[in-house]
């Protein structure tokens, strides 16, 4: 079968990667194009383009870059319409897989969504819309099937795909020789994985090193962003480890990590962590109107209670980042806190393989069609 697979950032480009390598052992005639990045190309996904082309933040950000987002909107359905695909996948991303979706549904080619957009934390309405033109939603949060059935949907949970991601991973046993490093404590600083993201959120985690002699700061850096944009860090003599997050994470002793899948990830690490968020001043304004949850980390949102502290736009100056950090460096009852938060949180995500239970799914609903 053909299936045309959408992934607008590097995480969902991940998970992506992860469902084309499950369905080429579920669909041995399968064949992938679509708009997707490094993870999912390397598995096989044929490009009309990459999502680095594409990529915006904040409410503000995507207004400005709305001719850009147009461009490629217009440029995916027209490629879409010359595959001809059985089928159309969508992964996150939801402003642009949403308008995706009606456009597909219209020419009544099938559209699973995988990892829906996080409809339940704003505009809960949108979901509406996701279930008149999805016809296979496939979710990752434990939460999520309770919701939708608020809307008469009865949707997938099939576990989280992290646990795939990170039961592949094997530690480098020489990482510290592999990066020069000296064996001192180590905490991981996760900026994002986009540009504004880093520019936005690594002044403040530079800004700890002074008081903290005693310990080795790591920048998990990605290396589809341009190098300049960890000048500050290299300025400051912080060393930036590229694409090298899971192994950071394995010899972490804390971290500051941006909100978003990150800070799941080093919950699955057992690493203890401080999650922090900045954005321009108008898209924070607009979303603190809009978001009607409690918490902004994944961690806090399984858990339904604060299990990490969450930094948010004033709250992260470097003040209260430092006192945050001494804290799970120096405090072993709040160390332990932490960690018994992320066992709750490993109990109600659960170990499925959402990765090859979701590529069994869709083939199973396209394998009546195809014959």
Same mark, same amino acid.
């Given at each position: 079968m053909k299936y045309y697979m959408i992934a607008g950032e590097r995480s969902g480009d991940m998970h992506l990667a992860n469902l084309l390598h499950a369905l080429k052992a579920t669909d041995q005639q399968a064949d992938f194009r679509g708009m997707g990045g490094d993870y999912s190309i390397d598995e096989g996904l044929s490009t009309v383009a990459h999502y680095d082309?594409?990529? $915006?933040?904040?409410? +503000? =950000?995507?207004?400005?870059?709305?001719?850009?987002?147009?461009?490629?909107?217009?440029?995916?359905?027209?490629?879409?319409?010359?595959?001809?695909?059985?089928a159309v996948i969508l992964v996150d991303y939801g402003g642009f897989n949403l308008k995706i979706a009606k456009f597909a549904h219209e020419q009544g080619i099938p559209v699973h969504y995988y990892i829906p957009p996080k409809v339940w934390a704003w505009n809960q309405k949108r979901a509406y819309k996701l279930k008149k033109y999805v016809d296979h939603l496939y979710t990752i949060l434990p939460f999520e099937p309770a919701f939708f059935k608020k809307f008469g949907w009865d949707v997938y949970y099939v576990g989280n795909p992290l646990f795939d991601q990170i039961k592949k991973f094997t530690p480098h046993d020489f990482f510290h020789q592999k990066n020069e490093l000296?064996?001192?404590?180590? +905490?991981?600083?996760?900026?994002?994985?986009?540009?504004?993201? !880093?520019?936005?959120?690594?002044?403040?985690? +530079?800004?700890?090193?002074?008081?903290?002699?005693?310990?080795?700061?790591? #920048? /998990?850096?990605?290396?589809? $962003?341009? %190098?300049?944009?960890?000048?500050? @860090?290299?300025?400051?003599?912080?060393? &930036?480890?590229?694409?090298? *997050?899971y192994d950071l994470l394995h010899? @972490?002793?804390?971290?500051? !990590?941006?909100?978003?899948?990150? *800070? $799941? =990830?080093?919950?699955?690490?057992? &690493?203890?962590?401080? !999650?922090?968020?900045? *954005?321009?001043? #108008?898209?924070?304004?607009?979303?603190?109107?809009?978001?009607? !949850?409690?918490?902004?980390?994944?961690?806090?949102?399984? /858990? %339904?209670? =604060?299990? +990490?502290?969450?930094?948010?736009?004033?709250?992260?100056?470097?003040?209260?980042? $430092?006192?945050?950090?001494k804290g799970l460096l120096g405090d072993s009852q709040r160390k332990a806190a932490v960690l018994q938060g992320y066992k709750l949180v490993r109990e109600k995500i659960g170990e499925e393989k959402a990765s090859e239970k979701t590529a069994k799914l869709i083939y199973e609903t396209l394998k009546p069609i195809k014959n």
């Open positions: 082309e594409v990529a $915006l933040m904040g409410f +503000v =950000e995507v207004l400005l870059g709305f001719r850009k987002v147009l461009k490629y909107l217009r440029l995916v359905k027209h490629d879409m319409l010359a595959y001809a695909p059985d000296s064996y001192k404590p180590i +905490v991981a600083l996760l900026p994002g994985s986009r540009k504004q993201e !880093v520019e936005n959120m690594l002044e403040n985690m +530079v800004g700890l090193i002074p008081a903290f002699p005693n310990v080795q700061f790591l #920048i /998990a850096g990605v290396k589809n $962003l341009p %190098g300049e944009v960890y000048g500050l @860090a290299e300025k400051h003599g912080i060393k &930036v480890v590229f694409d090298q *997050t010899y @972490a002793n804390a971290a500051v !990590v941006t909100s978003g899948t990150a *800070t $799941l =990830e080093t919950a699955l690490f057992n &690493v203890p962590q401080v !999650v922090v968020y900045k *954005t321009s001043s #108008i898209s924070y304004a607009i979303a603190k109107r809009l978001i009607k !949850v409690p918490f902004i980390s994944l961690v806090n949102l399984i /858990a %339904g209670k =604060e299990v +990490v502290r969450e930094l948010i736009q004033g709250d992260y100056n470097k003040q209260v980042l $430092l006192e945050e950090l």
